[in-house]
């Protein structure tokens, strides 16, 4: 089974530190995204990336950046952290050619 | 902008009842709807998917509705269980664009 996963599962930071979440995604996969979970919102596209080195900003992209430097390496980061990004942040991934995305099971940040 | 929208929010069966979950979409150009499964504490798992050249697809005791003239599509849980109690989520996609649905939570009682 293809394995997605977030380096951390809680994560509880102050406002205007710079927070990194980490994915790891074991298959290969091409593409990578960045998610964020909130009540009522459903998911909202961050970022994604189909290659290294590539990226994309989804619907939500302002005070995020994301790095790809390896394949199976996708990074988010909050370059100054607020408190309304407090939230479910997902990362997943799929192949090119298939719309199976597989999800990892999420980090829930915390900005005091 | 929201291109998909779900509905109900919240939904409670009864153990062996049907679960119905609605969902309607606005761009025509959508090619792939997955329906997702989320537990408490864990990711969205892929649960069935369909795409719009077909108006119906079941595994099991899950089905997807497909009406592509009304742009719409339904999940029916049959002879829903308590371990089906979960939040739903619809999507649609095209390409690297996936929009998804707010999310219907189930429970279904004993």
């Known amino acids: 089974d293809v394995k997605v996963t977030q380096s951390s599962r809680y994560l509880v930071k102050r406002t205007g530190e710079k927070v990194f979440l980490e994915c790891v995604q074991d298959m290969d996969h091409e593409n990578m995204f960045w998610y964020r979970q909130d009540p009522g919102l459903g998911l909202r596209l961050i970022y994604f990336?189909?290659?290294?080195?590539?990226?994309e900003k989804g619907d939500i992209p302002e005070g995020y950046s994301v790095s790809r430097e390896k394949k199976e390496r996708f990074s988010l980061i909050l370059e100054s952290a607020s408190t309304n990004q407090t939230s479910m942040y997902l990362c997943a991934s799929r192949p090119q050619g298939n719309y199976g995305y597989t999800f990892g099971s999420g980090t829930r940040l915390t900005v005091v | 902008q929201q291109q998909v929208k779900q509905s109900p929010q919240s939904l409670i069966v009864q153990k062996g009842g049907i679960s119905i979950i609605n969902c309607a979409y606005e761009n025509t150009a959508f090619d792939y709807f997955p329906w997702y499964q989320q537990f408490p504490g864990k990711g969205p798992a892929l649960l069935i998917a369909i795409r719009p050249d077909v108006s119906e697809k079941k595994e099991g005791r899950f089905t997807i509705s497909f009406n592509k003239s009304a742009k719409q599509f339904s999940l029916h849980i049959m002879d829903s269980q308590p371990g089906d109690s979960a939040t739903y989520f619809c999507?649609?996609?095209?390409?690297?664009?996936?929009?998804f649905g707010a999310g219907t939570r189930l429970t279904v009682k004993p």
């Open positions: 999507a649609a996609t095209l390409n690297n664009d996936m929009r």
């Open positions: 990336s189909y290659d290294v080195k590539m990226k």
